[in-house]
């Protein structure tokens, strides 16, 4: 049965635990049926209101405190993008119809994150286990037997908490030596400074988003001759890095000996091909030849270069696309084609992470790079990559890799 086929709403209606969605402003979007039931609420009573005019705090006791935690998990759900699992909670409930009374009861929430395409959290989803009743008859909510559940309880959420965090180290140090290794295997600075090039490197947001992108700017044998490339491995963490280091080291390699970029791509696709982890994986690259004015390029798979000419007019290298690296068991030659440049133009190579945005056609990520190139044409490869990088990647970090170089022509 594929997506189509499922009515999600009739899902969301029938999940057995209470579950509500709230907007950013914590007001209720929906409910299901469970929650209304275990509630004593209406829906009218609930959607289009916000959480705590629904729910408020008792103002005859001070000891309730469950709402206020509740904001405070929530409003952490809001601003770290992160699952919130809060320990066992104690509210007092105004009796539906009847303002003034109260019920106490036992609520054990988990609220989490909706992230929408820009990477903003768009809805919150609140989860609650009812376990009033347990507490109870486990000897009254002031017994002692309530109280030794409730420690319980509360002792099992700090553990869980804590395996969380330690997760989180360990994800984290997989992070550093990941970016350490990829750094270490992309060209430095110094190698690409005299070719009026700039290239910048930016990971995902996330322990584990550090993925296989990346970039290659080498001297090609034969004329005042440049090769550039990009190029993008499927997957995360440190299996994605190696695979990144010996892809870029193996077109590297290709390209100083190919005739042109087909050629490289064809020894890079045969190689890919015994290369695991490798599938998938994507690569474009333009032999630049700067007393021709020329550039050849071929792609498998990768966005295409964008030509900005200094008059403004902008050029997608689109007309030599052929499938990624692995595609094909039995690797066939791969197209290529010719433009030509008038010196003072600018070259662009990216990776996805620039221009893709979740539930986004792609065509206006790359019109958003084509107009940020054309705006800052005339400045400093250096100022033109930061003022690119500004522009179309979110404030709070992007949610996959981008690699991006800016060559001036």
């Known amino acids: ?44 009573d609930v959607v289009g209101r916000h959480l705590f005019d629904v729910f408020p705090d008792n103002p005859h006791d001070p000891a309730a405190t469950g709402m ?4 405070a998990s929530l409003r952490r759900v809001l601003t770290t993008g992160r699952r919130d699992a809060m320990a066992l909670q104690r509210y007092d409930v105004e009796y539906p119809g009847r303002p003034g009374h109260w019920d106490e009861r036992y609520w054990s929430p988990v609220n989490a994150p909706v992230i929408g395409p820009d990477g903003d ?12 009743e347990l507490i109870r008859d486990r000897g009254g909510p002031g017994g002692d037997n309530a109280q030794v559940l409730e ?7 700090l553990e869980l908490q804590e395996l969380n965090d330690r997760l989180r180290r360990a ?16 060209p430095a600075r110094r190698q690409v400074g005299h070719h009026g090039a700039a290239v910048r490197y930016r990971p995902a947001v996330g322990a584990l988003h ?11 044998v034969g004329g005042n001759r440049i090769g550039v490339s990009v190029g993008d491995v499927v997957g995360h963490g440190l299996a ?8 870029r080291s193996a077109l590297s390699a290709a390209s100083r000996v190919a005739a042109g970029p087909a050629q490289a791509l064809d020894v890079l696709g045969r190689y890919a091909h015994v290369v695991d982890g490798a599938e998938s994986a994507t690569a474009v690259t333009t032999f630049i030849d700067c007393d021709r004015l020329t550039i050849t390029y071929s792609s498998a798979g990768h966005l295409p270069p964008v030509l900005v000419h200094p008059d403004g007019r902008v050029e997608f290298l689109d007309r030599a696309t052929d499938p990624p690296l692995d595609a094909r068991p039995d690797p066939r030659p791969r197209p290529q084609a010719d433009t030509t440049f ?20 792609i065509d206006k990520g790359l019109n958003r790079l084509a107009e940020s190139l054309v705006r800052h044409r005339d400045a400093d490869p250096e100022d033109l990559a930061d003022a690119v990088l500004l522009e179309l990647l979110p404030p709070d970090g992007a949610t996959d890799d981008t690699a991006l170089i800016i060559v001036r022509l």
Request: aromatic share 6%.
């Open 1 to 44: 049965m594929d997506d189509a086929a499922i009515d999600y709403g009739a899902v969301f209606q029938s999940l057995p635990g209470m579950v509500a969605l709230l907007t950013p402003e914590l007001v209720y979007a929906d409910v299901n049926e469970e929650y209304l039931r275990m509630s004593g609420r209406r829906r009218e």
């Open 342 to 361: 008038t010196p003072g133009g600018v070259l662009a190579l990216y990776t996805d992470g620039l221009v893709e945005r979740r539930g986004e056609d």
């Open 210 to 220: 550090v993925c296989g992108d990346w970039y290659d700017l080498v001297d090609l």
């Open 171 to 186: 994800h984290a140090r997989e992070r550093e030596v990941a970016l350490a290794l990829q750094e270490a295997m992309l």
């Open 68 to 71: 206020r935690n509740l904001e």
């Open 240 to 247: 994605a890095a190696g695979v990144m280091g010996q892809l």
């Open 151 to 157: 420690g319980e309880l509360y002792t099992r959420a």
């Open 121 to 132: 959290v768009v809805l919150l989803v609140h989860r609650v286990e009812e376990v009033t």
